[in-house]
């Protein structure tokens, strides 16, 4: 069936067809998506894109002719302003914390979970993944108990062994390692599942033949395994790089960005200039900001040579 | 029979949007404890005068928010309970109905029926936008039982004492053990000890005051609480905490005294309240809500009618009574309910020294600048001189412009 599609012919009488008769069928198929793409994302981001040249905010609301256009003094505020900063070191602190632990460990229950002697294979990858559809908010109110100086299951477990009690949210030290190891744990689940999918990927022949040769594990995985999975450790490194960036929900639901800001994020800030001080255009320039971090991040990714064959 | 049951459906369905055409509803939004019970009122109202009420409740700390996307995208509702602090930068928007005319002629609301610093609240540019519903002051909550173990049998009467009464309860029960509560991100609490000692955030003339001795003294002494470890820290919440004697001391309005009653009884009798600690006054925050008409609101005629029903002496009267809020309208306070009652007593009398924060639009971000630095100081390891410096930074550039 695939094939017979795919088949040059049936490409050129279909293409003959639309030209010669009714293109706007196709517009009747992708016509909603497309509709609701441009609604509400390539909408906004124009929209976006002109707001952070303009000073536009709570007062404009009412009547728009009192928002100016005033080109790139946002962007020099921004550039000026030490919570912004703090954001983008909290930011970056929390991806380079992140990122090699959930690679880390999707990649480790990805081979637990496909080895043949594991049992339960199903339980556990249910288990592993639960954390990731459940919503954040649900996430937070529980862990928030959990992590309750005086109530909380965790001071209570570390009590046994005679430690001392923590104020895990309200302390500097301690908030921004509650955030990053809840965004592990949500991340681990999905990662994980596609380590899983590159791993039957690779064909077990390479590894019957590299046994005969006389390789040992650790050569197997590095000279077969890691080769192998090159595609989706790219793809897996993108996808974080470009969520963790945008860290938003965990610190908005545990901490606000408190204690003393040490859990602020880019996003987060954003946010609060954007939908508490209503500064649209200084939060707009914000977002522009960011892209362009994460435009850069994923660009020295995709130029790695560790993703290259 | 199944045809008949369709009948009689589609009869009701059509009789019910007719009744409904007949009667005129007004959307009212409210927020909090008052959203609850705010029904008990609507009934009243509809019963006196035909007219439906729908309130929709928002949480406090969703409103802000919602009131302004709801201005935006003109979705709003008739009227809505507004806190004082949020009068200036919607009136400054343009988003509520000028009162003028309605006040004029109106023979239930009138401007000197109303405490002055209430009226205050809802007068900007020399235009009224609103009408004060209830006030709300901020009083000092204690145990009186635990207190009386260290040896205060009345409340802490000056700042030292207050300071004193909490260390030695420190001292008792264990540090981190028990403590005060406060907040620095939340003006309501921290201004009142700056007022206290004779001094404020800006003054009049939007002059910045923060590099004054007063206001410096008074974040010192308020930041001394959390260096020595004399702050409640890590409870459930206040009501709990009250009952353990986490948090035996703390600053809060007048909703709290029923709150407190129905969530922790065991208590009862092992409390009370006590006007503020006297360091050169005993000035507290004086709040509240007061009611606004949309501009873009359809039904203005009868939402004010909402407004004088709400307004009128007996209704104040029995809103007291439902939640504890104190009446904006002076004359309802000789009524034997209030006068005699000991709690509404301490409230009568804190109002007498109470202020508000500045009515400005910019209001918003200095408080968001004021709690950074404060907790700065508090929590961070800030000097008190570096914080009024910075802060005295943010404050120019949110006034300049």
Redesign the interface.
Same mark, same amino acid.
Request: glycine residues 16%; hydrophobic residues 40%; aromatic residues 4%.
């Given at each position: 069936m695939g094939l017979e599609l795919s088949s040059p012919y049936l490409i050129l009488r279909g293409y003959l067809y639309i030209m010669k008769n009714k293109i706007w069928e196709i517009f009747l198929f992708i016509g909603p998506s497309l509709l609701l793409l441009l609604v509400f994302t390539v909408l906004p981001v124009i929209t976006s894109l002109f707001l952070s040249i303009t000073d536009f905010n709570a007062y404009s609301f009412l009547d728009w002719s009192k928002t100016k256009i005033i080109w790139f003094q946002n962007f020099i505020d921004v550039l000026h302003d030490d919570l912004f900063w703090k954001a983008v070191l909290n930011t970056f602190y929390a991806f380079i914390l992140a990122y090699p632990l959930t690679i880390f460990f999707s990649l480790l229950f990805a081979f637990l979970l496909n080895r043949e002697e594991t049992y339960f294979k199903n339980f556990f990858r249910l288990l592993i993944y639960l954390p990731s559809v459940t919503s954040t908010i649900a996430i937070a109110v529980v862990w928030s108990w959990i992590l309750n100086p005086k109530y909380g299951l965790l001071n209570w477990f570390l009590g046994l062994f005679g430690l001392p009690p923590q104020e895990w949210l309200s302390d500097t030290r301690w908030a921004m390692f509650v955030v990053v190891s809840l965004v592990v744990w949500k991340a681990i689940g999905p990662n994980m599942l596609l380590f899983i999918a590159g791993l039957q990927g690779i064909p077990e022949e390479l590894y019957e033949s590299a046994e005969i040769d006389g390789a040992n594990r650790w050569q197997q995985f590095w000279y077969i395994t890691l080769p192998g999975l090159r595609p989706v450790l790219l793809f897996v490194s993108v996808m974080l790089g470009i969520g963790y960036l945008q860290l938003f929900e965990e610190p908005y639901m545990l901490t606000g960005g408190g204690p003393l800001n040490s859990t602020l994020s880019i996003v987060l800030y954003l946010y609060q200039k954007g939908f508490r001080a209503f500064e649209f255009g200084y939060a707009s320039s914000v977002a522009l900001i960011l892209f362009v971090m994460i435009f850069g991040l994923t660009y020295i990714q995709m130029k790695m040579r560790v993703f290259q064959d | 029979m199944r045809r008949n049951l369709l009948i009689i459906m589609i009869l009701l369905i059509i009789l019910s949007s007719f009744s409904l055409s007949q009667v005129k509803t007004i959307k009212i939004w409210a927020m909090g404890e008052e959203a609850k019970n705010l029904n008990i009122m609507a009934e009243k109202f509809t019963k006196e005068t035909g007219i439906k009420v729908d309130v929709q409740p928002l949480p406090w700390t969703a409103a802000?928010?919602k009131i302004?996307t709801g201005?935006?995208g003109r979705q709003v509702p008739d009227l809505a309970m507004m806190g004082t602090t949020w009068m200036a930068?919607f009136s %400054?928007?343009?988003?509520f109905e000028d009162l003028g005319s309605y006040i004029a002629k109106s023979k239930v609301v009138k401007p000197e029926n109303f405490f002055a610093g209430s009226w205050e609240t809802v007068v900007y540019n020399n235009k009224v936008y609103g009408v004060p519903w209830y006030v709300d002051v901020r009083v000092l909550y204690y145990r009186t039982d635990m207190l009386k173990e260290v040896g205060y049998n009345k409340a802490p009467d000056t700042w030292d004492e207050l300071y004193d009464a909490i260390k030695k309860l420190s001292q008792k029960y264990g540090v981190g053990k028990t403590g005060i509560g406060l907040s620095p991100t939340e003006a309501a609490n921290f201004m009142p000890f700056v007022w206290q000692n004779g001094g404020d955030i800006i003054d009049k003339n939007k002059n910045i005051l923060v590099k004054n001795p007063e206001f410096i003294e008074a974040l010192e002494f308020y930041s001394r609480f959390f260096k020595e470890n004399l702050v409640a820290?890590?409870? %459930?919440n206040v009501f709990v905490d009250f009952e353990s004697g986490?948090l035996p001391m703390f600053f809060s309005g007048p909703w709290m005294v029923s709150m407190i009653k129905e969530q922790v009884p065991k208590i009862t009798g092992k409390w009370t309240v006590s006007i503020m600690p006297k360091k050169k006054t005993r000035t507290s925050f004086v709040g509240g809500s007061n009611w606004v008409i949309f501009k873009d609101s359809k039904n203005k005629k009868e939402a004010w009618s909402f407004i004088e029903f709400m307004t009128r002496s007996e209704n104040q009267l029995e809103w007291y009574k439902i939640l504890r809020s104190l009446p904006a309208l002076r004359e309802v306070w000789n009524r034997p309910e209030l006068s005699n009652d000991p709690i509404t007593r301490v409230f009568r009398e804190q109002l007498d020294d109470a202020k508000s924060t500045p009515i400005v639009?910019e209001w918003?971000?200095i408080e968001?600048a004021l709690g950074?630095r404060v907790?700065?100081v508090c929590?961070?390891n800030r000097d008190v001189k570096e914080g009024v410096e910075l802060l005295y930074k943010d404050l120019q550039k949110i006034l300049r412009k």
């Open positions: - | 802000f928010s302004l201005v935006a930068p %400054a928007m343009g988003a820290k890590g409870g %459930a986490l639009p918003d971000k968001t950074r907790e700065e929590l961070g």
